[in-house]
């Protein structure tokens, strides 16, 4: 079956360093997102890989290792703002978004 | 107005009510979705339109009941609905559909509670 599987909560401290992992099960891999859902609003794009490697942009950084079925989101310099849910989301061999459960970053001041 | 719109924003009805869910999408894009998200699951997929022909339907119980009358405006008819209906209902719309790199844009969602 196709699986997501990520973290359900994480806390950290604001101006730390904190990494979100996510590891993946998919019939076909097309790439990986990372989107962003504060409490009450729309999820938002964060990020996309579908190559092997690390692709930073600003603060946020997301890594993608396809052998291994795993990526993470390396969040730098936490905000309050960072509070927020994370989602992970692989795409399968029909480009069908298979969506995990989502992981609660708490920042903590 | 620009982005993903969807109304209303929250929907209280009854188990015999009939109700629709509203979306717009001002971008132009091809592709359009309706997501089901229940606290701490993953978002499910329920209808997937490309250029206003349905492509998916993930086994969604018929009393959930989408339309597409033009690329940029999706609906979700209600009827007799369950208690565990009760969820965030989100829309989304994609450049295309069959490329793995366009992002999709999400609406606010539309919180509903079936009483």
């Known amino acids: 079956g196709q699986n997501i599987d990520q973290p359900t909560e994480m806390t950290a401290t604001e101006g730390a360093i904190v990494q979100i992992n996510c590891t993946y099960q998919?019939?076909?891999?097309?790439?990986l997102f990372w989107y962003q859902q504060h409490a009450g609003e729309a999820p938002t794009f964060l990020s996309y890989?579908?190559l092997d490697g690390l692709e930073e942009k600003g603060r946020f950084s997301s890594f993608l290792s396809r052998s291994k079925g795993y990526s993470y989101l390396l969040l730098k310099e936490l905000q309050m703002k960072d509070s927020a849910s994370y989602l992970c989301?692989?795409?399968?061999?029909?480009?069908?978004?298979?969506w995990g459960a989502g992981t609660k970053l708490i920042i903590k001041p | 107005e620009t982005g993903v719109t969807q109304t209303p924003r929250h929907l209280v009805m009854g188990m015999t009510n009939k109700k629709s869910l509203k979306c717009e999408q001002h971008?132009?894009?091809?592709?359009m979705y309706w997501y089901k998200q229940s606290a701490k699951k993953p978002l499910e997929l329920m209808f997937v339109?490309?250029?206003?022909?349905?492509?998916e339907n993930n086994s969604v119980p018929s009393r959930f009941s989408p339309e597409c009358p033009n690329s940029s405006h999706l609906f979700l008819h209600l009827h007799t609905l369950q208690p565990e209906d009760s969820a965030l209902y989100l829309c989304?719309?994609?450049?295309?559909?069959?490329?793995?790199?366009?992002?999709?844009?999400f609406g606010p969602g539309t919180r509903l509670t079936v009483t």
């Open positions: 989304a719309s994609s450049q295309d559909r069959g490329s793995a790199s366009y992002e999709q844009y």
């Open positions: 971008l132009g894009h091809n592709a």
């Open positions: 339109y490309s250029l206003e022909e349905r492509v």
């Open positions: 998919t019939s076909g891999f097309n790439g």
């Open positions: 890989n579908v």
């Open positions: 989301a692989a795409t399968d061999s029909n480009y069908q978004l298979i």
